[in-house]
């Protein structure tokens, strides 16, 4: 402390061995620790200090940050498609617009169209019917003819016997 | 050095006009500091990953809003300490140490032995948790991120005065804590 101009609290030792001050200042303290054990032996226990933090080597990161572009920040194709379009009015739309085509396709039919129908069904079952009738009437006659004939051959063999 | 902060700034200089792949090479150079920036400041493994990615994704989403490109470190490293210490307070508002706090039982080298580069190391971290938070958040910003005290002011949102106290304290606390240990193992 002998031979210099200012007390050792004037200086700022923590702030030199930071980096912190500035170079006319660096050297007037440099000049005073010279002359001074007392602030040379706290310079020296500071220094030791921070070169003992500076043995906390930095660590590998485990696993990398995951780069905005990855994955978990893109969306899937479905999903950037839905929320394009996705909103509480777009959900309404499709609610009315469904309704709309159940009540086109599933609605009841008139009561002429429900008489057409019916005159048609009727119609073709009569149609039927009377198919089935001519059928049968001609496997009749078929067989009425078929006995008459036979008949009529026993009776002619009988005549000329 | 001086390529390297013009390289980042071309990178955010893109980044802020969306070029995805420009942030991705930022993240892949920046990853490493944060990272062990909250592994010491969060004492926590997963916690130190898990505030990393979110540190990376708020950066991300507000690069538009950062005022000065040349300050992006700082920026960063603010976000950092917000992300970390709204956890801190989350998860562990009851066990804060309190300033000042008593060292003598605590010295890591009773024995008087030379410690090895491991346990010094293991020295080391004891040490920086007999800090609060705010000192072992001051001196990780000065001592291993380097940055002055004008900056760490911007970055912890607090008076330069203020900082240098937290740290000042800090080295106090720290060099009787590790000064005595190292000297007998020299001796």
């Known amino acids: 402390m002998s031979g210099t101009s200012m007390g050792c609290e004037n200086y700022d030792w923590k702030s030199y061995v930071l980096g912190e001050m500035n170079s006319p200042g660096r050297r007037e303290a440099e000049a005073h620790a010279a002359l001074c054990p007392n602030c040379r032996e706290e310079l020296a226990t500071l220094r030791l200090t921070l070169d003992t933090l500076s043995t906390l080597r930095e660590e590998e990161i485990p696993r990398r940050i995951a780069f905005v572009s990855d994955q978990i920040f893109e969306p899937r194709w479905y999903s950037r498609a839905f929320r394009a379009v996705w909103s509480p009015n777009f959900a309404a739309a499709c609610v009315i617009a469904g309704a709309i085509l159940v009540h086109a396709f599933a609605r009841p039919a008139s009561n002429d169209q429900i008489q057409a129908q019916v005159e048609a069904a009727v119609t073709k079952a009569v149609a039927n019917v009377e198919a089935e009738n001519a059928e049968h009437i001609d496997r009749v006659v078929r067989s009425y003819d078929s006995r008459n004939s036979d008949i009529y051959k026993e009776v002619s063999g009988l005549v000329r016997q | ?187």
Not at chain 2, 37 to 58: G, M, P
Not at chain 2, 111 to 125: D, F, I, K, M, N
């Open chain 2, 1 to 187: 050095m001086i390529f390297r902060e013009v390289e980042d700034r071309d990178l955010i200089a893109k980044a802020r006009r969306g070029d995805v792949e420009a942030f991705n090479l930022l993240v892949s150079r920046w990853e490493r500091r944060i990272f062990n920036y909250l592994l010491r400041l969060l004492a926590n493994r997963e916690d130190a990953l898990d505030v990393s990615q979110e540190v990376f994704l708020k950066a991300y989403q507000n690069l538009p809003k950062l005022d000065a490109v040349e300050k992006f470190a700082g920026w960063l490293f603010r976000i950092a300490h917000n992300e970390a210490f709204s956890l801190l307070r989350r998860k562990r508002p009851e066990t804060e140490l309190p300033p000042g706090l008593d060292l003598s039982g605590v010295r890591p080298a009773e024995t008087g032995a030379r410690l090895l580069p491991l346990e010094l190391s293991l020295a080391v971290e004891s040490a920086l948790k007999l800090l609060n938070d705010d000192q072992r958040d001051a001196v990780l910003l000065k001592i291993y991120q380097g940055f002055k005290f004008d900056e760490m002011a911007e970055i912890l949102g607090c008076p330069v005065s203020t900082v240098k106290s937290r740290l000042y304290t800090a080295l106090e606390l720290l060099k009787a804590a590790l000064a005595p240990s190292v000297l007998r193992g020299e001796s």
